[in-house]
């Protein structure tokens, strides 16, 4: 292999006989005229987008805080499509409450 090969040789090498340009712009560039003071762009505000749909998972869990106690069912809802993750933000919610924690189920809403 040569290494001493000339831009025009690889481009030859990779491309082949094609003729290759760069993209040339011909925006023509607005000068500053003196005395006039240049405006800031404000920052325009972002409007939230109101989501038709909204991907939902339904967590059923018991708790409880006696340890084979009475427990209860409660439903948290997750707005995620991962199982997973919405498993352990429901488990994470309720364990700020109850002791226990038992995912019972999870289904798309």
């Given at each position: 292999?040569?290494k001493?090969?000339?831009?025009?040789?690889?481009?030859?090498?990779?491309?082949?006989?094609?003729?290759?340009?760069a993209?040339?712009?011909?925006?023509?560039?607005?000068?500053?005229?003196?005395?006039?003071?240049?405006?800031?762009?404000?920052?325009?505000?972002?409007?939230?987008?109101?989501?038709?749909?909204?991907?939902?998972?339904?967590?059923?869990?018991?708790?409880?805080?006696?340890f084979?106690?009475?427990?209860?069912?409660?439903?948290?809802?997750?707005?995620?499509?991962?199982?997973?993750?919405?498993?352990?933000?429901?488990?994470?919610?309720?364990?700020?409450?109850?002791?226990?924690?038992?995912?019972?189920?999870?289904?798309?809403?």
């Amino acid at each position: 292999m040569n290494k001493e090969w000339t831009e025009e040789e690889m481009r030859h090498a990779l491309f082949g006989n094609a003729e290759i340009s760069a993209p040339v712009s011909n925006a023509s560039v607005k000068e500053i005229q003196p005395g006039v003071a240049a405006v800031p762009v404000s920052r325009v505000a972002k409007n939230k987008v109101s989501r038709t749909f909204t991907s939902r998972l339904v967590v059923t869990l018991r708790v409880s805080n006696e340890f084979e106690g009475r427990t209860f069912e409660i439903v948290h809802e997750a707005d995620t499509l991962s199982t997973l993750l919405a498993e352990q933000e429901a488990t994470k919610a309720a364990r700020k409450k109850f002791r226990y924690v038992e995912v019972v189920s999870v289904k798309p809403m």
